[in-house]
């Protein structure tokens, strides 16, 4: 059986990462889908129908205070939410990936400089580091997702620099060097292939921490700006409502925890999968 | 490193210090550049759009700004050494009394969520290692993994609309009742917030109880505990938990940073007088020295809660003593 086929048969029997792959498709699907899916325009305002309940003719899941239907702005929320999530993912692993490879390659003075930064960012409480950052660039959705990608370039600094260091001292990579290949095309094939297991699951399970990251800067209205549909800046502003309707606090972040769920029972089972020791 | 401090508990103290001495200068270094290297003059966005030219040069003398970066670091470090943060300009105070009153109701907050963690997660892992694939093993894991996916401010807001605005029984905001308190009424108020910073981390301490307890109750010396006749609940305390002991630690002090962080969000949602919720506010005030004291405080203490983790590893497990 390919190495392949073994993971993807690892991964089919547990039935909870089966269920979080569902649940991720279901939310991409529905944010690539949000313009087709959506009743209404997520910004329309219509001040004589705020704070409808679910199930009312033409919102089925009400509106909010100014009578834009939920249902359209959970939709289009979902776009700000993923991708933003996701952007910010990429930034982080791309950035610590390019760390983790010269502290390890390099060495020496680099290797120290790195380490040492990388110690400094993670003697900040995790979310604090990313309000302190938001502190000096202004709040904002680009501002934020940097924010929340700095804080987490340690974590893949790490992964990358000890797959570096055991894979340098490997008997074929020793090899590729007697035979002449360059510092950097070696860290770019052999290494940076035994980095991608990891780098998957790692990247899979910090997905659902970096969409909470997110929406708990738009929550504290230092990410995502209004009117842009957000499920983080929908909750915030929901919050002087609950008492009269509740479902406008609860359903954004419903949508924030089954995202964030989804995530973290796939990447649990790309883990469990990829990671013969636990077998 | 290895000479310095002898050798030892006492010689690995006395290193372990030092090496979180290189940590602060860091941290000081980051809190330094909040202000520096926003984008724009830190001190006419400070005095706002009404202030004038000589109102925003003084304010640049007062706060060094006219001054090269690496002499206005060392000016700013000598301040904070000597417990100057600077003065907030909304508030028209000094930073540090104000920063210290607040933080007073983090730790407050953080103490309380942490023991829910660990109380919870604790017992959580081990019952669910013990008792590998039963239903309650599954069931406190599901629990967890929705624990660990559960938004700290969203799990304030169901609460505060069950318990607080449906039921009544605890209150939706503050740290104490308007005409006076003791420590029966603090706890009333502190249970909903508590709760909600502290099911996160329950879920993530529970999540790693169990697999370290699992992969030690393997060992060749739990099986030889067992089959000199050892009853089972000895074994666990005394062979399983006690090597298990360091994994949880480090999960304990990493919670602390997510607790510390995650304070800011619940702090917020339950008007709570903390360090956080000022520091949100002083953020949308651009007060940078109040920003700059909050961050500084927190991650001080972040320094020396993982100080004093590593410190405990060692008197657990007198083998790293010596590395």
Known sequence: ?279 | MAAVGGHGLQGYVVRRILLALPVLVGVSLLVFGVMRLAPGDPAAIMLGAQATPEDVARLRRDLGLDRPVPAQYVQWMGQVLRGDLGRSIPLGRPVLPEVLLRFKATVVLTTGALLIAVGLGLAAGIVSATRQYSWLDKLSMAVAVTGVSLPVFWTGIMLILVFALSLRWFPSAGMSSPYGGGFADLLWHLALPAITLGTASAAAVARLTRSSVLEIIRQDYVRAARAKGLAERAVIARHVLKNALNPILTVVGVQVGYLLGGAILTETVFSWPGLGSMMVRAIQARDYPLVQGGVLLIATTFVVVNLVVDLLYAVFDPRIRYE
């Open chain 1, 1 to 279: 059986m390919s190495p392949v086929a073994d993971v993807v048969r690892m991964f089919r029997k547990s039935g909870s990462a089966v269920f979080g792959l569902g649940l991720v498709l279901v939310l991409g699907a529905a944010a690539v889908l949000a313009p087709l899916l959506a009743p209404h325009d997520p910004d329309t305002i219509d001040t004589a129908r705020r704070l409808t309940r679910p199930l009312t003719a033409g919102h089925p899941l009400g509106t909010d205070e100014f009578g834009r239907d939920l249902l359209s702005r959970l939709l289009f929320g979902a776009r700000t939410s993923l991708v933003v999530g996701l952007a910010a993912t990429a930034v982080a692993a791309a950035l610590g990936s390019v760390c983790g490879l010269l502290a390890g390659f390099v060495g020496r003075w680099v290797d120290q400089l790195v380490m040492r930064s990388i110690d400094t960012l993670m003697a900040f409480p995790y979310f604090l580091l990313a309000v302190a950052i938001i502190a000096t660039l202004g709040p904002g959705l680009v501002n934020g997702m940097l924010a929340v990608a700095i804080v987490n370039v340690p974590f893949y600094g790490r992964i990358v620099r000890a797959t570096v260091l055991a894979v340098r001292e490997t008997d074929y990579v020793e090899a590729a060097r007697a035979l002449g290949v360059s510092e950097l095309r070696l860290s770019l094939t052999h290494v940076l292939r035994n980095c991608l297991a990891p780098l998957v699951v790692a990247v899979t399970l910090n997905v659902g921490g970096m969409i909470t990251a997110l929406a708990g800067l738009s929550f504290l209205g230092l990410g995502v700006q209004p009117p842009t549909s957000d499920w983080g800046s929908m909750l915030s502003s929901s919050r002087q409502y609950m008492n009269v309707a509740p479902h406008v606090a609860a359903l954004p972040g419903l949508a924030i925890f089954l995202a964030v769920l989804g995530f973290n029972l796939l990447g649990d089972g790309l883990r469990d999968a990829l990671d013969p020791r636990l077998r």
